[in-house]
């Protein structure tokens, strides 16, 4: 790839909080539940430390948009509603880890998501010299995984939607914005919420002994307020940082 002045290395260059003007990577992986507000986090964290945050469905959509070699070849497996395979994907990571905006580091999510795929990327990593530092794990109990995303309501006529507790309308079971009814989509009742947990936790955690093994995972409480969880990881990763350049 031809090196581009002046794109990514103008932004790197302009970074005005001292504290992280000595620059180690930072190559991070965010884990949890449906529910725990890894997005939030995400995009707190890309932001505090000028990092790109990689979905992994979002990327993968961007290198079939792109038409790029694995990007076609991961279309032929979606279009015939197959699985993308782990070298698949992998791959497609490692492209967008060879752009300027990753040369410090990233933010993955949605991937690992088992014990083999964990390999394969490490194994990948290790194939470009990179390593992780760090994979944050934001733990939120199933009853409250359930109690967050179950409450929510969904209107029927134009999708807007509530929650019954954190954000409720200003009538029950009505819309504010077009009077239609609030319903609780099948996605969203209880049993559904715990069908998602119960696969959640068969797959990962075996990925959280693997990583906990490495010495690489941090926990985090998900049950606190949004922030008090950033102020937790952005606390942790700062340490993370230091110990890096000792
Ligand atoms: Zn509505």
Known sequence: MPDLPGTGRFRRGSRTDSSIAVVSELNLILVG???AGKGTQAERLTEDFNLPYYATGNILRAAVAEGTELGRQAKEHMDAGRLVPDELIVGVILEALKTEEAADGFLLD???????????????LDGVGRRLTAVLLIDVSDDEVVRRLSGRRTCTKAGHTYHVEFDPPKH??????????????????????????????????????????RDLLRRFDGSRTPTEVHDHVRATIATLRLEDEL
């Open 110 to 124: 949605g991937f690992p998501r088992n014990v083999s795929q964990a390999d394969a990327l490490g194994a990948a």
């Open 172 to 213: 029950e079971g009505v819309c504010d914005q077009d009077g239609s009814k609030l319903v609780q989509r099948d996605d969203d009742k209880p049993e559904t919420i715990r069908n998602r947990l119960r696969v959640y936790h068969e797959q990962t955690e075996p990925l959280v002994e693997y990583y906990e093994q």
């Open 33 to 35: 539940p449906p529910g």
